[in-house]
């Protein structure tokens, strides 16, 4: 008996995957929802911190200074956000900007003077980003388990190449970008690589078939390869993204503080993850928001900057930030409960 065959749809048409009950303009206004929420809770930040110290924070140097910090630790939630969003996890941020400074700001990488420790910097950070994606697409190790390794390897070849010293950068070219004489507008030429990155990663995630192919990784693996996705070399690229945002990353801040250390980079892997968490990107893989980790990112680094300000101690200001984190999954859970 010849069963009938049902006409194929046009891709316009608008019917959601299985198991999915919001159409995308109610998906659309969500995100609006989130966006402005934390639109807010960066807003009532900054009145705390007009009110609690309203002429050091709100001087121009310090919000320039707040900025600054966040261009740094925001490239690399920027990659972050698109591992999470593929149902992966990277813990091994922090430690590969370490390597990455250290490694290139040694006396014979300085040799090749500016081209050379940018070079470097982004090469490290590709390479750890090479090995961290083959070990999970190819060697179907647990990311987790896989990044971990990475994290302890890193830290211990960085110690290894300083000796537990700090190395100094002499290159006028890299020392000059973190002077006030190089600011374009009054804006720091960090800020405006940061600002580079964000527009081309959310182009990237939103606009393109390789953030649609990390979404439908990230949502369903098994679906995506019945697609015709190559999950594997899907995730490849991911880390490897991951690792290129954590070579410019280390490179931002040899710029901002002139050297290089084995301790650079230290818990960046939390606050990256914590920045794309309260932003919105779904830990479990399937959605991600670069506009919302950047604000993410700029939540944290206001909180920390009025805390210091305040003189208020560093372990009230992690306590706070646990407490946000915390929020940021009960609200995330009750979410998709009610999708």
């Known amino acids: 008996m010849t069963q009938p065959v049902s ?6 048409d608008k019917v959601p995957p299985v198991g999915q009950h919001l159409t995308w303009r109610d998906m659309m206004a969500r995100a609006d929802v989130r966006t402005l929420s934390l639109l807010g809770v960066l807003a009532v ?5 007009g009110i609690t110290k309203p002429d050091e924070f709100l001087d121009t140097r310090n919000l320039q200074l707040v900025l600054t ?9 920027v990659g972050m956000t698109f591992v999470i969003t593929s149902g992966g996890i990277d813990l091994s941020v922090g430690a590969i900007v370490a390597l990455a400074s250290v490694w290139a700001t040694t006396v014979a990488t300085q040799e090749y003077g500016f081209g050379g420790i940018l070079l470097t910097a982004v090469l490290v950070g590709l390479g750890c980003g090479l090995v961290n994606g083959l070990l999970i697409a190819y060697g179907a190790m647990v990311p987790f388990i896989a990044t971990l390794a990475m994290l302890a390897s890193a830290r211990g070849l960085a110690l290894q190449i300083t000796d ?9 070219g890299v020392l000059e970008l973190g002077e006030r004489d190089s600011y374009v507008l009054g804006v720091p030429p960090l800020v405006l690589v940061f600002a580079v990155v964000t527009v081309i ?5 939103n606009r393109t078939t390789f953030g649609r192919r990390t979404v439908a990784v990230g949502g369903n693996p098994e679906a995506a390869r019945l697609a015709g996705i190559d999950v594997r070399r899907q995730r490849l690229y991911l880390y490897l993204l991951s690792g290129l945002c954590c070579g410019i990353a ?15 980079g230290n818990l960046y892997e939390l606050d990256a993850i914590a920045a794309a968490i309260i932003g919105g990107t779904l830990l479990s893989g399937g959605r991600g928001t670069i506009t919302g980790s950047v604000l993410g990112v700029l939540i944290f680094t206001t909180i920390t900057n009025i805390f210091a300000l305040n003189n208020l101690q560093s372990d009230v200001q992690q306590i706070a930030k646990g407490a946000i984190i915390v929020a940021a999954v009960l609200v995330q859970r009750r979410t998709a409960s009610t999708t």
């Open 201 to 205: 990663g959310w182009l990237l995630l």
């Open 45 to 49: 930040l900054v009145v705390i911190g």
């Open 69 to 77: 910090q966040a261009s740094v630790i925001g490239v690399v939630t």
């Open 164 to 172: 537990g010293r700090t190395q100094i950068v002499t290159i006028d």
């Open 250 to 264: 280390a490179f931002l801040l040899i710029v901002l503080s002139g050297s290089g250390q084995n301790t650079n």
């Open 7 to 12: 006409p194929p749809r046009d891709s316009t």
